[in-house]
């Protein structure tokens, strides 16, 4: 395959659409939505056929391409691919089709809102494939425009509210990475000719591991901070999780989908993009500070999705708990070499299941939510028996969430647990966090198992007589590939593995210095 | 006498200024053609200024056999005419970003409903005089001529805040812009005073002689320069000299809102660059950088709770000017370049808000802020251009803003000591997000209860595109505008 500008293909074939869509009549929303499932659709293949020519046992990056962009500031547009981002992209324009699918049930204002979604598509995409610290802030902020009228306009009755504490929370975290990214650009040479400095990541990489990026003590914390700032927000990590429920409730569906599946794994693979491989010492010398919040997150996370009612919010809140799982594998970067690589793989591995696994979630809440206008969970009962193809789906999809082998979460949550009971950092060994983390799990299958009680067992309410028919085949079209993968990746994740663990493998090197 | 040639833009438009004045009696009904005639004037002279920039010569100048006496990268210097007026590429680079704003400003004039009425020969007159004391103001190599070039912007800008003599808030406006006006030029002159004494003349040449040979300066000069920088303050809206913006801003007629956000500030600042690019010796750099922030600061707070849309853009242009000023505390090199890239890329985005606000409040007769509501319903791409501006001003990228934003943060954070002024920046961009995004909120989540369609006037839409595409590919392609702002300063 001619993989000449294949990723800038990938990255704006949306944004073709989403401006056709923008030409077209303003009351056509069958041709809104013709032109954004093509054109996501077709990005999908496109990112499927990569799947043929991708070189899973190489760590170098692939499908490059490299052109100057703005000289005065030596930044280039340079896109490609490894085994940690194209994982990640595929995840992205599998779950932008399911989205854009799930999206046929809204019928106002169809083409701004395909044209916002066809734009955040862009703006993921793109995040995922820059190899300039530049361009990754450009896509970054790209996707809060889309993403802040996406929820302001078809968003539930507080929407205003969430689309703007959204868009200021992120913003507040990524002016930080602006000055960060500023610093370690002025870090990375003097500016004179044979020493430009860079934005590029994979050159800093090489800078920061040679010793000549001038950034070290108070100054890297300080510019770690200002990072980790930024990502902590998007992940999100405690205590920056405020804005995650909100949104969530607040956004429509498919919206929702995007949001846990695609945009909270911006936060994290920013962190292992940029944080791990720059800043290794900074990073080293945080790890013990991001096992304590990972266990935060996985312990409150789950008890605050326990005390909800609506059945929305608890599953975002169980976003702020699997996010956490993610954290703790990442934390365990400096144990052993084994301990190590299980943490990192499973925390990609958990990105994605978490994608899959949560983004089915919130359709099938959607899809009770269409019928009953409703998502608190008392006001249901014994719909198993009356949808018995949703409730197998729910069932499915919850026991994954809480971990049940032969189901995804349960191998992602397993590595992250197995590496982060062997990391350490000096003297500290993280065995104490990692159990107390455990706890997080018994949570998770309490209130998955009480919400699966109340909604699917127990009397009918006859409130919703009439009003409660079976999924229909748009709405199966959109969960069923979510819990096939999700049953995939269970039963056999080492196709995920294999494309991540050279990569991976390179990337712990650079942490732990021994590269 | 030859060096008339240099000063032959000034000179021209000052006499078009004043054969418009006559003109007028003659034709007192002929409302769009003055218009017309004003716009082709600054086209002719833009076109002149631009072919500076293209041909790397003062056109006309060599025929009068008059010769570079610098060339350097790109940098071009002609002997200053009477020892008083720089010809450099500094000096067009904003004189070029002046007459482009103020083009853009007659085009918003057009058609305007307050004017309807008005002397619009008078209007353009002054609006050219006002052109050319800004075109003096930037090329000043004396400080007397600068006096007498912000004096000669000062009454023009007077007479045309008030320039709606029914409307009480218009001369309201006014009388307090002629006010504050003339005290800060109280303030300036008395600042020459001090520095005639100090350096026994009153040229710029002596101070960025002083600039470049002496590592530290006496409290006396940085006094001097504070009285300098304040006279220039009041000007720029810099807090605290920035009392008078909101009124004036509100009460004016919105073409003179959006001439004064943008012109006189874009002018100031030329001659604040020219005055202190190196300031690092000269002891004012702490002062500086605590009336940038300050200036960020309380024009984004302020900003945070107007309803009018055009009080809220005067405490984001003061805001906005905060930003710029952050480069000019940066200096140097960098620094300047900055100050050129922002202010250029704000002058285009500030009066695209304003080309929208002109076609939506054309109908309403509000500039309320509920006047956007549901803009999105009745026209998408107003409402799209929109948002692309506000995102702009916020600093977003791919939007010209955040070129600009990110220019001046690159200049200010190779100086670790003014780390934190860079944190009160990015803070301030946050901020402003909320309020530019009030309008937006507007526009996109509220139904409008108003059935009148934007206006779309030939001139209005001309303004809005160009606006649009400067902001557009100073963002996505900022090459081309780093490259030139570079070239000008020849480094």
Redesign the interface.
Known sequence: MNNFCVLSLITFLPLIGGILI?LSKNENSGLHRTIATIFSGATFLISVLLLLSFDSASSSIQFLENIP?????NINYHLGIDGLSFPLLLLTTFLSLISIIASYGIDKRT??YFFWFMLLETGMLGLFVSLDFFLF??FW??T??PM??LI??WGGPK??YA??KF??FT??GS??M??SM??I??ASGTGLPGSERTFDLIKLVELSHSGQLQLAGT?AMLVFLGLYLAFAIKVPAFPFHTWLPLAHVEAPTAVSVILAGVLLKMGTYGILRVLYPILPEATRAFLPVLVVIATINIVYGAFCAMAQKDMKRMVAYSSVNHMGYCLLGMAAVMGNPNAAHAGMSGAVLQMVNHGLITGSLFLLVGVIYDRAHTRDIDAFGGLGTRIPIFAGLMIMQAMASLGLPSLAGFVSEFLCFLGAFGGSFGHTNFKIWTVISVIGILVTAAFFLKMLKLVLMGEFNPKWEGHMPDMTPRELVTVVPLAVMTLVLGVYPAFALRLMDSTLTQLIKIVSGQF | MRQLILLAPEIFLSALALALLVGEAFAPKQHGLWIKIGVVGLVLVLAHQIAFFVTGAFPGAEACRLLPVSVKNGWVQYPMAFGMVAVDSLAIFFKVVILAAVIMILWLSEGYYEFETAPMGTYVSLMLLATVGMMFLVASMDLLIAVIALELLSISQFILSGFVLTRRSSIEGAIKLFLVGTFSTGIFLFGISYYYGYFGSTGVASLLEFAASHQSADLTLSLILVFLIAGLGFKLAMVPFHMWAPDTYEGAPTPVTAFLSVAPKAAAIGFLVRLLANHASLGITPILSVLAALTMSVGNLGALHQTNVKRMLAYSSIAQVGYILVAVVAGGSSGTQAVMTYTFIYVFMNLGVFAGLLMVSKQTRSEEIPTFAGL?GKS?GLALSL?IFL?SLTG???MGG?VGK?AV??SI??Q?NLLWL??VA??N??VS??YY?RIV?QM??RESDNPSQPFFSPALVCCLLVALGVTVVAGIL??QI??WV?SVIGS
Not at chain 1, 69 to 73: D, H, L, M, S, V
């Open positions: 923008l962009w703005i000289r005065t500031f083409k701004e802030y450009v902020e790209i809060l425009v802040y009228f302001g306009v929407r205003e689309a703007v868009f200021l913003l507040f002016v930080f602006l000055l500023l610093a650009y002025f100054a | 999105s998408m948002v995102l977003i990228p791919p955040f990110f943060f690159a954070i190779p670790s860079a944190i990015v803070l961009s946050v997000l909320y995004f909120h996109f989540f900022p090459n780093l490259g570079r």
